[in-house]
Every structure is written in C-alpha cells, then in structure tokens.
C-alpha cells in the first residue's frame, strides 16, 4: 500500500505509552513514518524508554497543574512548541498526513494551525470534550458510549468513528506475562516481598485531572490506613506525579503507618505485570482498573467523578467494584486470588479500527 505522508502520535500521558506502542510498530513495519511527541508528565518519558522507543521521540512540555490559569496557559505554550517542532520536520522535507492522539488537547490545536488532519480518540464521555469534538476530524470512541450522550457532549454525527470493546484490547492483545516481575522489582528497590501476603497495588486518583473528585483523596488516604494496617497485606503504589508521592509519604508519615507494608518503586514499572501479578487492583482511574479488569484480577475503584459508560457496562458485569465511601472499605476482600482467565474475549478489533482509519489518510 502506498502511503502519502507520515503519521504524528502525540503521547502526553502514562496510559497512552501502551496504548499507542503497537500502532507505531505497525507502521514502522509498512514502512510508513511516524512522527512521535511526548509530554514530560507521570511516567511517560520513561515508559517510552521502557518500550525500546529511546531516540524516537521529542519531549516537548509538561503538565501545568492543578491550577486552571497554568493549564490553559500550560495548553497555549504546549501547542506553540507542538506546532514549531512538527513545521521544522516539514520544512525539511517530511510531510505530515494526520495527527492522532488519545485526548491531546495541545496537539489539536497545533495541528488545526498547521492544517493536518486530526484524529482524537477519547473513552470517558464526561471529561473537557469541546475542543476534540470542535476541531478534530474524526473521533474514535468505544461502541459503549450512548449516541444520545455524544449529542449532548456535542459530538457531530459524522465525525464519529464507533469501536468494538475497550481500548486497553490494542495492546493486551499482545501482552505476556513476565514471569521474573517479582525479581525484578526487588532488584531495582533493593527489598524482599514475601509473595504468601496479599498483594495489592494501589493507584492514586489523577488529581490534577479536570474532572477530578475530592472524595477520591478522601477515600485513598482512608485506604492508606487500612492496608497499612495489616500486617497481611503488602501494597505497592504507584503515584502519578512527584507532588502526589511527596503528599503519600506525609500521610504514611503523619499517621504512624508501617512503611515496611508497602513500596512506591523508585522507577517505572510495567503496569500490565504488575496487575497480573497482584492478588487485587484499586486505583482511582479509569486505564488500569480495565487493564486488571480485563487480565481477569479483581479491581476496586474509587474513582468519585461521574460515572461513564464504560465503567457503568464494567460494574453492571462485576468486572469493577466501587468503593464511594469510607464506609465501603471494609467490603472489599482482602485475599490471596486463584488465578484464573478472563470471561472477558480479547480481540483484534480496536487495533484494525485505528489502523483501517490511519491509512485512509
């Protein structure tokens, strides 16, 4: 197939690392060229290093907080230097066809000014949707998300582009379990985890998200408590930014918590291991509860925003639990798993979507 131009995959957060992986492999086995940006934010630079793509990408920005004055100015300044970095490569000679993102705001706007085609993919219907919606070219969203939402959100009809299941099936498609994680982790956090106590791993929610919730906070520092309090139990958690670690530690810390009960390891670590390997899985987002979800582990989620349609479908099929308030922590049980497949079938069919929708560019 004869392909007229590059492809640019803009990754500006830690779930899109895996998510967008196996696309840029795809193409570099066409032959087609992929242009490849990334934003200094959680652990996405060093994921990308992790998945052997070291040299092939261009960090460019960071995240502006929690402040909505540094976002928006954070998303202006993102989208110049977007902007300025990809009309270099076309100047020198490379041309870009279409751009394609899971929810980068900062590379829509910086491809709207350079006129490249846009493609935005987006799972949760109820985060800032006004900019995909108004200026991309098409969006690709899971089947599960109402039409009548998408008409309420804005979303025009013919924009639309429906996939089957979850996007996590792209890369989990692909995934084997590493069978030395364990080792692996100890070696890099010089520690010793005795693996006949339940473990679990702890995601804290996005709190610098815009839909983010209070009452999630609330809820993982009550958590904080209570498996730290068990002398059965060893947690693994795994903080998004440096700000929010910092603020873990002051409450371990504060609160007499035995931190010899849990690790926050020192570098990135795969997060399809480690799920696989625990016994159960509760985070306050929404990648890696349907990651756990789909590799068959047990999930809890104290995600307190409102509640979308993929994590609706999940809840209605026992896939997720959610915990909503302090109260409900107690149900959750806190017990070696028998390992077990997914009920859930995983297939090819969000990778054939985007791959069919990318080369009609």
């Known amino acids: 197939m004869n392909f007229t131009g590059a492809i640019w995959i803009d990754v500006d957060n830690s779930p899109h690392v895996p998510l967008f992986v196996p696309i840029v492999k795809r193409c570099q086995q066409m032959g087609r060229p992929v242009v490849l940006t990334a934003r200094n934010h959680a652990q996405t630079v060093e994921l990308l290093h992790n998945a052997g793509l070291s040299g092939a990408f261009e960090v460019i920005g960071e995240h502006g907080g929690k402040s909505k004055v540094k976002k928006i100015l954070g998303l202006l300044q993102r989208a110049a230097a977007l902007a300025a970095y990809v009309e270099a490569q076309q100047k020198r000679g490379l041309r870009i066809s279409v751009a394609l993102s899971h929810g980068s705001r900062t590379m829509v706007l910086a491809a709207k000014r350079?006129?490249?085609?846009?493609?935005?993919?987006?799972?949760?219907?109820?985060?800032?949707?006004?900019?995909?919606?108004?200026?991309?070219?098409?969006?690709?969203?899971?089947?599960?998300?109402?039409?009548?939402?998408?008409?309420?959100?804005?979303?025009?009809?013919?924009?639309?582009?429906?996939?089957?299941?979850?996007?996590?099936?792209?890369?989990?498609?692909?995934?084997?379990?590493?069978?030395?994680?364990?080792?692996?982790?100890?070696?890099?956090?010089?520690?010793?985890?005795?693996?006949?106590?339940?473990?679990?791993?702890?995601?804290?929610?996005?709190?610098?998200?815009?839909?983010?919730?209070?009452?999630?906070?609330?809820?993982?520092?009550?958590?904080?408590?209570?498996?730290?309090?068990?002398?059965?139990?060893?947690?693994?958690?795994?903080?998004?930014?440096?700000?929010?670690?910092?603020?873990?530690?002051?409450?371990?810390?504060?609160?007499?918590?035995?931190?010899?009960?849990?690790?926050?390891?020192?570098?990135?670590?795969?997060?399809?291991?480690?799920?696989?390997?625990?016994?159960?899985?509760?985070?306050?987002?929404?990648?890696?509860?349907?990651?756990?979800?789909?590799?068959?582990?047990?999930?809890?989620?104290?995600?307190?925003?409102?509640?979308?349609?993929?994590?609706?479908?999940?809840?209605?099929?026992?896939?997720?639990?959610?915990?909503?308030a302090i109260s409900d922590i107690e149900k959750i049980e806190l017990c070696k798993r028998t390992p077990a497949s997914s009920p859930y079938r995983i297939t090819t069919k969000v990778e054939d979507t985007v791959m069919q929708e990318l080369n009609r560019w």
């Open 114 to 324: 350079l006129r490249i085609p846009v493609i935005t993919m987006y799972d949760y219907e109820y985060t800032e949707t006004f900019i995909f919606n108004t200026l991309s070219d098409r969006v690709l969203i899971p089947h599960r998300i109402p039409d009548a939402t998408l008409d309420k959100i804005g979303l025009k009809t013919h924009k639309r582009l429906k996939y089957e299941g979850f996007k996590e099936e792209l890369y989990l498609n692909y995934y084997e379990p590493d069978a030395a994680f364990w080792q692996k982790v100890e070696s890099e956090n010089s520690i010793r985890i005795d693996r006949s106590k339940v473990i679990v791993t702890l995601r804290p929610p996005a709190s610098s998200a815009n839909y983010h919730n209070e009452q999630s906070d609330k809820l993982l520092f009550a958590l904080l408590k209570k498996l730290l309090s068990r002398a059965d139990v060893f947690t693994v958690i795994l903080p998004r930014t440096h700000d929010q670690q910092a603020e873990i530690e002051h409450v371990m810390q504060s609160a007499g918590l035995d931190r010899t009960r849990a690790l926050i390891p020192k570098r990135a670590v795969n997060g399809l291991d480690l799920a696989h390997h625990s016994d159960l899985l509760i985070s306050g987002g929404g990648t890696m509860n349907r990651e756990a979800a789909l590799l068959g582990v047990p999930v809890y989620s104290i995600f307190a925003g409102k509640q979308g349609a993929l994590d609706a479908h999940m809840e209605a099929h026992g896939m997720i639990r959610f915990i909503r």
